[in-house]
């Protein structure tokens, strides 16, 4: 897959000793995106929330956030809204060695109170949703091999840390995510009311398309009109991508609309090439706002049969909305 990671990426994660293993996992591949046996040893205990195990980085690993980083920062500079450049320089974020997520939070938790908590794969939507309400960022801890660095079969740490946090450290942004967990506690509660198990399914689903298409073409991969008048990227995805990013902002074959909710909620889009359909904001007010309209939408019933398409909803993002909902039922 090309450099597009999913849109709700990020999941599980810390792992205590596992019980019963007395060999510490290979340091070899260290912690390298699909090849880390100490996460497949999470995943295979059932754990999403882990502890970041810094010194199973290995040299290649370091190396491959030195290159991904030294390549962006002249791309951030040119295409990278200002908040996102404040965010950077507010992380103190070392650009030779892959971040201690604790480091990351020292600076960051006192800014917004939001903090990156590491896991072991994709967390289901409405803990994904949850987790921003509660000011927490389920982050990848591995990071893309180095000698691919452009290939990306799913979210890495470079993505996680180094294309969202920085976004986190910006008060209005962050608000906007919390906005987002919030609208996915009213899908939940309003889903709590509909008796018929198949129609809370349908109506569940419909809503979970419609937030996962606003969040992909905002948080993922958002354009916001600078002062200027120029085009600068918010979104993670191109935030994270050296080719992308520039295309972006720059290419004449990429089409630029100023957002509308309308239109957001029932675009297709797929993730595994570069987006030919992006859409543009004002500020994070504008964006706020938007989130909240969402929310209105939802109750007003509005989200209830959006148009279908890709991404598909897979069964454990609609499980984990369908469990919440018996827990208001
Ligand atoms: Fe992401």
């Avoid at 195990?53 to 500079?77: C, D, G, I, K, T």
């Avoid at 660095?149 to 962050?174: N, Q, R, S, W």
């Avoid at 992006?278 to 309209?293: A, N, Q, T």
């Amino acid at each position: 897959m090309a450099d597009s990671p999913t849109p709700l990426s990020s999941p599980l994660a810390s792992p205590a000793p596992l019980p019963g293993s007395t060999q510490p996992p290979s340091t070899e591949t260290g912690l390298t995106t699909s090849q880390a046996p100490f996460i497949e040893q999470a995943r295979s205990h059932g754990q999403l929330y882990i502890h970041q195990p810094y010194e199973l980085y290995s040299e290649s690993n370091h190396e491959a956030w030195r290159r991904l980083f030294s390549r962006m920062v002249p791309r951030w500079q040119r295409y990278a809204n200002d908040h996102f450049l404040a965010g950077i320089d507010a992380l103190c974020l070392d650009p030779d060695r892959v971040p201690a997520l604790k480091n990351v939070n020292r600076f960051l938790a006192p800014l917004t109170g939001f903090q990156a908590k590491a896991v072991s794969g994709y967390v289901p939507a409405f803990l994904f949703f949850d987790c921003l309400r509660n000011r927490e960022f389920p982050t990848t801890i591995t990071i893309r091999s180095a000698d691919r660095l452009d290939y990306l079969p799913e979210p890495d740490i470079f993505h996680d840390i180094a294309g969202h946090v920085p976004m986190h450290t910006d008060k209005h942004f962050a608000e906007t995510l919390v906005r987002f967990g919030e609208c996915a506690h009213t899908a939940a509660e309003m889903a709590a009311g509909i008796r018929d198990e198949h129609a809370r399914a349908q109506r569940l689903t419909s809503i979970i398309h419609a937030m996962a298409r606003f969040f992909w073409f905002t948080v993922e991969f958002g354009l916001m009109r600078a002062r200027d008048g120029s085009i600068r990227a918010y979104g993670s995805g191109l935030l994270s991508s050296y080719a992308e990013l520039e295309y972006a902002c720059a290419s004449p074959d990429v089409q630029r609309f100023p957002i509308q909710l309308e239109w957001a909620i029932n675009q297709s889009f797929e993730i595994n090439h570069f987006q030919p359909l992006l859409f543009v904001i004002e500020s994070f007010d504008h964006l706020y706002g938007l989130v909240d309209e969402l929310e209105s939408w939802m109750r007003e019933g509005r989200l209830n049969n959006v148009a279908p398409g890709e991404p598909a909803v897979n069964e454990a993002d609609l499980e984990s909305f369908l469990e919440q909902s018996l827990r208001h039922g």
